[in-house]
């Protein structure tokens, strides 16, 4: 079979995530990504915590998996010669620098939609390409807080609690991969034109707070933080186990409720009339969630999964990364699989996401070497010859 975006062309000219990450989505599912970074350095994210950088070799080789790497010093004259011939030959552009920084290079997006009248052009960066703090620079951790996701997230006699991973890098680079597939449709299913997509880092994250904004406007409301508790559904949290295992219950519903507390009370509680309605249970939250830590704290993990499961109430471990290694369910959906690297050996990482019945997409290999794919692409794509890469090389271009 093949897969839906085969003969879709990118160029991901962006650094560490929120830009390229959106690429490498495109790149599961068939599309060809020409990796473009500077020479003898590379993109940030194949470095080591050791020397400070941001990435990690094992980050690399998952975050950049199916890309073709080229070098390219796109602050030389000749490599913004190149890259606006690659221009002529893609369909889809990423990239996440500051605003205003390929203008002084001449690629912005002015001179390369005249290029490539078809191109899509993926613009990520901190604040957007307008608006009073455009110039700003942004980053994952800067992005959660002004978006508005990060104050209400941690324990109440605590300050605001950064999420373990990049959310807003992640969340954005989604959202630009989403982008390029509407904007790809307009162009090729509606005989549309190219057209430059413009995303703000904290937008993603912004756009997933929902209701936030609207209860203050209407009820004058900060959301607070409330820990593990959702504030409209009761019982339901995080509980140690006799095992000093953590597990997740979520019983707020009334008919889950009932299941759980026949479990947990048998009949007497099922039916006691002070629980009977969800708002009821709201009220009483602090009083049902210590119960239920009582009843949790006297069995183990295994012991409260198997019964709980097996009632049809909501349950589930908080993994590690060991448990996720270990469970089969990963294993038979293909969530994580293991792709061979020439000097790692089988790397672990997640699968494709989502599963498409008809053209699933593949990964094929894992994040290239520096410079891997430059014959291919300067020489096969472009036309270059012998001696002018020679040249390109010796002058520090490629």
């Keep these: 079979m093949g897969k839906p975006l085969e003969g879709v062309r990118v ?3 962006g650094t560490l995530l929120a830009g390229p990450w959106g690429a490498t989505l495109l790149g599961d599912f068939g599309a060809e990504i020409i990796k473009v970074e500077q020479p003898e350095t590379g993109d940030a994210l194949r470095g080591t915590p050791k020397n400070g950088q941001a990435g990690s070799p094992l980050h690399w080789l998952i975050d950049a998996r199916n890309k073709k790497s080229v070098t390219l010093n796109l602050r030389m004259a000749e490599g913004q010669a190149l890259l606006k011939d690659l221009v002529k030959k893609s369909d889809i552009l990423f990239e996440n ?13 002015g001179e390369l939609k005249i290029i490539n009248p078809r191109l899509i052009m993926v613009r990520v960066s901190g604040y957007g390409q307008t608006g009073p703090y455009a ?21 109440a006699d605590r300050y605001p609690v950064r999420p373990a991973f990049p959310t807003a890098d992640y969340n954005t680079a989604t959202f630009g991969a989403y982008a390029a597939m509407l904007a790809l449709y307009e162009r090729d299913a509606n005989g549309g034109d190219g057209q430059m997509i413009d995303l703000a880092l904290y937008e993603a994250p912004f756009r997933i707070t929902s209701s936030l904004v609207a209860g203050w406007q209407k009820h004058g409301q900060n959301r607070e933080r409330v820990g593990n508790r959702n504030p409209g559904f009761a019982p339901a949290g995080t509980f140690v186990t006799a095992d000093g295992r953590y597990v997740q219950i979520a019983a707020g519903g009334d ?3 009932r299941r759980f507390a026949e479990v947990i009370g048998g009949d007497e509680l099922a039916q006691d009339a002070r629980y009977r ?3 009821d249970r709201i009220e009483k939250a602090d009083e049902l969630e210590e119960r239920v830590g009582e009843w949790v704290g006297a069995r183990t993990f295994d012991e409260v ?4 499961v097996a009632a049809g109430v909501p349950v589930g471990g908080i993994y590690r990364a060991q448990d996720i290694a270990q469970d089969p369910h990963y294993r038979a959906r293909e969530s994580l699989i293991d792709v061979e690297d020439a000097e790692q050996g089988p790397v672990s990482m997640p699968g494709i996401v989502p599963k498409l019945s008809g053209t699933p997409g593949e990964v094929a290999w894992t994040g290239p070497k520096l410079g891997a794919h430059n014959e291919e692409i300067y020489r096969d794509l472009l036309g270059k010859s012998d001696e002018e890469m020679v040249a390109l090389g010796e002058r520090g271009v490629i």
């Design 11 to 13: 160029l991901d000219i």
């Design 255 to 257: 008919n889950v409720w």
């Design 135 to 155: 110039k700003r620079p942004g980053y994952d951790r800067i992005a959660l807080g002004f978006s508005g996701y990060m104050y209400p997230t941690g324990f």
């Design 305 to 308: 999964e198997a019964v709980l």
């Design 97 to 109: 620098f500051t605003p205003g920084t390929l203008e002084k290079w001449g690629l912005g997006w």
């Design 277 to 279: 309605r969800s708002r």
